[in-house]
Structures are given as C-alpha cells and as structure tokens.
C-alpha cells in the first residue's frame, strides 16, 4: 500500500484492500452521506469506524486528514491524475464522488448549479438546525431549565421542512431525478423524526411533501445499507 501509507490515518485505521476508497466515518447523519453514495454508486470502498463517542476523531491519525476533527472523510486512490486523494466535508464528498462518476448530479450546467444549491441548503441550515433540536430535545440541552433555546431552533427546524416540503411539490425528488440534494438531506429528516424524537415538535405529519419523499428515499436498498455503515455494533 504505497500510496496510502502516505497518510497516518492509515496507521491506527489499516486499509486491507488499498486500492478501495477508504471511508472513515460513523453512521451519524453526515456520515451516512458519504455511505449511501458510495452503496449507490456500487463503488468498491472500506469503511473503517471513527467512533467520535470515544474522541476517536480528535486522534493525531485522523486530524491528519481533517484538522476540524469532524466525520466523514475520506481517501481515494485513484484521485486526480491517479494520485491518492484524501477529502473531509460531507458535502465535497459527495460532490467529488458525484463528478468522478458522472451520476446523480445533473450534466446540465444550470441544472447542476440547481443541484448544488440544494445540498448547501442542507449543509448550512437543515443539518446545523436539526441538530441543535435534537441537542435541546434529547441530549445535555434537555436539562437546561429555558427552553427557549430548543423553541428557537424547533421554530426554524420547521421553518426549513416548509421550504423542503415546497420545493418538493409536484416533485418526487429535490431535483425531479434523484441526486445527492437528496442524498445529504434523508439522514438529518430521518433522525430529527426518530432518533432526535422531534416528530411531533416539528408537526412533522402536518407536512404536505416531505413524509412520502423520506419513504421513499428509505425504500431504497442503498439507502439502507448506507445507513448502517459504519455501525458501532
């Protein structure tokens, strides 16, 4: 393994099949992006689990590869110009991945820009929101005596499932086509609705477009997958 033993991730996180895309990360919903892409795609890829519940994620190892000590990211050797590629950010990832194959992801120019607006409306408001929500709803927030801390962020929680479910009408997909719009977006709907256990908070039900649009991205095989990978269990 040449190329990758390049990068010290590599040391604590041994790659067994170095020529695979190496995806260090945990099934949280910025890290199942990356994973449900990856399913999607059907590309070879190893994931190896960062278990940011044990701070493994502020290791020298893997502030190596991402200073900002956040999951996912990822190595790929077969980068540009065949070179190994390392990438943090869930959504450069999903772009990069996107653009090395060629799918979901419009060839459209102005389509494409559509596409990328979309995935930084979730990376700006929809996953920093949701999971302030679940912070206040279900975590060390709970505790705190004001809750109008949680009232705020349950009020633009709302606010922003209003937009998704606007621009989801008449359509099936963010984008018509499904695209990693919605790839980055299904994990945080998902676990605001069940893990962060906001459903009713948000008046989830109440939403005219978006409940059939996370059925129907849940129904999808890869998606499933991805959603385990990796897993603590």
């Known amino acids: ?7 010290p991730i590599t040391r604590r996180w041994p790659a067994e099949h170095p020529a695979q895309i190496q995806l260090y990360s945990l099934n949280t919903p910025n890290g199942v992006k990356v994973s449900i892409m990856l399913e999607e795609l059907g590309l070879p890829y ?3 689990l960062v278990d940011i519940g044990k701070n493994e994620s502020w290791s020298e190892e893997f502030l190596s590869l991402n200073p900002n000590g956040k999951i996912p990211a990822i190595i790929d050797p077969d980068g540009p110009g065949g070179a190994p590629f390392a990438l943090f950010e869930s959504g450069a990832i999903l772009l990069y991945l996107a653009d090395k194959t060629g799918r979901f992801i419009p060839a459209d ?11 930084f409306f979730q990376m700006a408001a929809i996953g920093p929101m949701f999971g302030q929500v679940g912070y206040f709803n279900r975590f ?3 505790a705190i005596e004001d809750k109008r ?7 633009e929680s709302k606010r922003l499932l209003g937009v998704l479910d606007g621009r989801l009408e008449g359509r099936e997909w963010i984008m018509d086509e499904y695209s990693i719009a ?6 945080w709907v998902r676990n605001l609705v069940t893990f962060y256990e906001a459903r009713t908070l948000v008046d989830f039900d109440s939403l005219q ?9 849940l129904a999808r095989p890869a998606v499933q997958r991805g959603l385990q990978i990796p897993s603590r269990s």
Do not use: C
Request: aromatic residues 10%.
């Open 46 to 48: 190893e994931p190896h």
């Open 109 to 119: 120019p102005a389509r494409r820009w559509e596409t990328i607006q979309w995935v």
């Open 1 to 7: 393994m040449t190329g990758l033993s390049a990068f």
């Open 149 to 155: 801390p949680l009232q705020r962020y349950v009020d």
């Open 182 to 187: 919605d790839i980055a977006t299904l994990g």
């Open 140 to 142: 060390a927030g709970k």
């Open 209 to 217: 477009n978006v409940p059939a649009w996370l059925d129907r991205g």
